[in-house]
């Protein structure tokens, strides 16, 4: 059976033009499943973010804080119903050009993967609809009561980007012969290696610098304007 090529996608702020996490807290939030007014606990980094005086890295870390730190005891059925609604809500919201990347080559016969720390049962549901073949997201741990523990599940995996691209391959079938890869920050530089064609897309300065380093292809999408670097 001849090897289908392996094509290998970041998901927030490379296809999503935010962060399915960030959509799922408030939304918690908003819903009064996790506490009211904890919002203020990521609202300096938010603004210094927004002001550029600060990094989106601390301001989405103190996002995972608050997901982290107030999901134990929360019904799953609840965070699936709010995520859910999250991907409806925010399902249209992709970036032009990589979303055109997945359906040219998922037209090529490319086995398309998507790789997320946001929650899987975000990530799942919203990269289902636009064709990816598998998906790998964060997953927490639910007990006998169907209630989150609070404990992250296969975190050596799920926050190594490199092994679950190994996981992939060994799976069979699949080769990184032609593999194409996009991310938009440096927790990507490791599958972007691993592809014949790695893109950094809308890169943060970590990744340009690395990318501009290896002669990788840098692609920018500013409103509706699209244009390699």
Known sequence: ?????????????????????????EE???EGIFQKGLEK?????REDWLNREGSYAD????????????L????YLDLRKIAHRVVVQQRGRTYRFTRDLVKK????????LAISHSPKLAVENFCKALGFNKV???MSEVDKNGKFTG????????????????????????TLKGSVGAGDTESDIPFLKMVDHPIAFNPNKKLYTYAKKHNWEIVVERKDVVYEI
């Open 1 to 25: 059976m001849k090897e289908k090529k392996l094509a290998i996608f970041d998901v927030d702020g490379t296809i999503f033009r935010s962060s399915l996490l960030i959509q799922l807290v």
């Open 28 to 30: 918690l939030i908003g």
């Open 41 to 45: 606990i990521y609202e300096r980094e």
């Open 59 to 70: 301001y989405i870390n103190a996002v995972i804080k608050v997901f982290e730190g107030n």
């Open 72 to 75: 134990r005891g929360v019904k």
């Open 105 to 112: 080559l998922k037209a090529k016969n490319y086995f398309v």
């Open 136 to 138: 790998y997201g964060a």
């Open 151 to 174: 404990e992250t599940m296969f975190s050596e995996l799920i926050f190594d980007k490199a092994k679950i691209v190994e996981r992939v391959l060994d799976m069979g079938g699949l």
